[in-house]
């Protein structure tokens, strides 16, 4: 069975951080490209950070230099992680994880969760 299951939202004050986890399973995700999104209500959802396969990162340019992804591949699953600092209020918002095969054939996604920005 796949499964990919967000944790780690929450509520907290602008400037503070959280580390996101996404623990994907029940395929060879190692083998996949793994992406954070997020949507903001009444939003598109956009991407904010990619983890390839092959080891590149990239960032949306509204959170370089406060956000970092990183994963951790193990034999049965990986683990993606979004470390986030200097929350600001914009930074609200629904947080989803994604696995992707490199021709898209094969896409997940997490349920997500809520991160709120506010004091």
């Known amino acids: 069975q796949v499964q990919l299951v967000e944790s780690g939202g929450g509520l907290v004050q602008p400037g503070g951080s959280l580390r996101l986890s996404c623990a994907a399973s029940g395929i060879a995700f190692s083998t996949y490209n793994m992406r954070w999104y997020r949507q903001a209500p009444g939003k598109q959802r956009e991407l904010v950070a990619t983890f390839t396969r092959y080891g590149t990162t990239t960032y949306v340019d509204s959170v370089k230099g406060r956000f970092t992804i990183s994963r951790v591949n193990t034999k049965n699953m990986v683990n993606l992680h979004l470390q986030m600092n200097n929350l600001k209020p914009e930074d609200t918002a629904v947080y989803y994880c994604?696995?992707?095969?490199?021709?898209?054939?094969?896409?997940?996604w997490g349920q997500g969760t809520q991160v709120t920005v506010s004091s």
């Open positions: 994604r696995g992707s095969s490199d021709d898209w054939s094969y896409d997940y």
